[in-house]
């Protein structure tokens, strides 16, 4: 690639950078219409997270009501089948008294949902089981059913089926089980423990049916809650259109009484003061024509006067002319904008070259506040920039308009200011009426000089 072309590639880019940081610093307000759009998105993911939040915790309840229901089972499983099986022999190990236990556990107990049933005596010894390898070995046992011995409650939790005692409880499909124990007096009056491993999936299928038993409430419920708030957000809305109404309006009425008043001076000053300077500028010419006599020295300053004063009013016929430019709602901006580039080429300060984005228009009242940017823009070129070419591009999209100032000169000495505004009065103005409309305004310059300016507003 060309050094040339590099350089344009990299000045997109940093433009482009630039722009996105603009964006960025000094975000578009949101119109109504989305703003309450969004707040009905917003709305609905809340009640649908609320919804699922509040599912989860019914279905939470719902478990665990079902755990508490599963231990009361176990215990009066212990006292209507286990305590009356419950022989000293069984203590002994006596065959013929496991085998009678063994029965009724079997008849009574152990089914698609009770996987497994143990008894234990205190410290921590199996005396039966369903699964014979289990009996006569001892485990430790953990705080819940140390306490279930101590305090004859009822308990139950989770089991992952990862425990010493729980080697030999493997079951096809069943990774996790409810743990439920509950206490039984044997024959010689001590504590003993009943547990019991219920199928998970069981007590699972029963919260969730409780849950979706409480689903419709919930979202009605939140339905509710939203019906309620969207009223309200629609008269913020509301407000919010009347508010920005009446600030266009001001704004509007502010930017007439400003040209009004501009044209007004102007006037004056095309009337008064530039008329008397060109009549005394007339009369100090003509000093000496006829008049021999008058010194040379006399003369010299008369004539120097004569020139600064004619000076002086080109400079405030400059000036008029600039206060009365021409009237972008008759021509139009792309003309009006054309006129301003051929002035500034006239100055033969710096080479001017104006483009318009195909299909480029505004409203009006924007249009004026564009014109005034590129206006100020370029005199801040003129006067500060010492650039030779400067590039006025007037583009749009969707939603917004811009005028891009861009030229080849110095560059800011400022440019840590806020925008890049500075001491230029007429910068800070734009910047304040840029945010007064909802609009950005931008200036940056490159490491290697050179100044963009850039004014973008929103096209109602």
């Not at 960025?24 to 109504?32: E, G, K």
């Not at 006599?293 to 004063?309: F, I, N, Q």
């Not at 405030?316 to 021409?326: F, I, K, M």
């Not at 400067?390 to 005028?403: I, K, P, T």
Request: glycine fraction near 8%; hydrophobic fraction near 45%; aromatic fraction near 4%.
């Amino acid at each position: 690639m060309e050094l040339p072309r590099r350089r344009r590639v990299a000045a997109a880019g940093q433009d482009a950078l630039r722009r996105l940081l603009s964006r960025a610093r000094n975000p578009r307000p949101l119109s109504p219409g989305v703003a309450l759009m969004q707040f009905s998105a917003a709305g609905i993911l809340a009640l649908l997270l609320l919804a699922v939040v509040g599912l989860n915790a019914v279905q939470g309840v719902a478990e665990q009501q079902a755990v508490e229901q599963t231990a009361e089972f176990a215990a009066a499983a212990a006292n209507q089948v286990v305590k009356p099986a419950v022989t000293a022999g069984v203590l002994r190990g006596d065959p013929a008294a496991l085998r009678r236990l063994d029965r009724e556990v079997r008849e009574y107990l152990l089914s698609d949902a009770v996987l497994r049933v143990k008894l234990w005596k205190a410290p921590g010894q199996i005396v039966y089981s369903d699964e014979p390898a289990y009996i006569g070995k001892a485990f430790p046992l953990s705080a819940d059913e140390r306490s279930t011995l101590v305090t004859g409650r009822s308990s139950g939790e989770l089991s992952d089926l990862s425990g010493p005692d729980e080697t030999l409880d493997r079951w096809p499909g069943v990774r996790q089980v409810v743990q439920v124990c509950a206490a039984v007096e044997g024959p010689d009056g001590k504590p003993m423990l009943l547990q019991l491993l219920v199928r998970d999936d069981d007590l699972g299928g029963v919260a969730r049916d409780a849950a979706r038993a409480e689903l419709p409430a919930i979202l009605l419920a939140l339905i509710a809650l939203l019906a309620l708030q969207l009223p309200l957000a629609l008269r913020l809305v509301r407000r919010v259109q009347q508010g920005q109404r009446e600030r266009e309006a001001l704004h509007r009425h502010a930017l007439e009484a400003r040209d009004h008043e501009r044209r007004r001076i102007a006037r004056d000053l095309h009337d008064g003061v530039v008329q008397s300077l060109a009549g005394v500028s007339y009369s100090l010419s003509s000093v000496g024509t006829g008049q021999p006599d008058v010194p040379d020295d006399v003369l010299g300053v008369v004539r120097s006067a004569a020139v600064t004063t004619r000076d002086s009013a080109m400079e405030l016929r400059t000036l008029v002319a600039e206060l009365t430019p021409p009237t972008v709602y008759e021509v139009g901006l792309p003309r009006a904008l054309e006129e301003l580039v051929e002035s500034v080429e006239a100055t033969g300060v710096v080479r001017a070259e104006l483009q318009v984005q195909p299909g480029f228009s505004a409203q009006p009242d924007v249009a004026a506040l564009l014109f005034r940017a590129a206006q100020e823009a370029l005199r801040n070129v003129i006067k500060h920039a010492q650039a030779t070419h400067v590039l006025v591009r007037l583009e749009c999209d969707a939603r917004v308009v811009r005028v891009v100032v861009r030229d080849d000169g110095r560059g800011l000495s400022d440019s840590s200011t806020a925008n890049g505004s500075g001491h230029h009065f007429g910068l800070r103005l734009l910047g304040e009426t840029a945010r007064e409309v909802g609009g950005t305004m931008n200036v940056t310059s490159g490491p290697a000089g050179g100044t963009t300016f850039l004014f973008e507003l929103a096209n109602r």
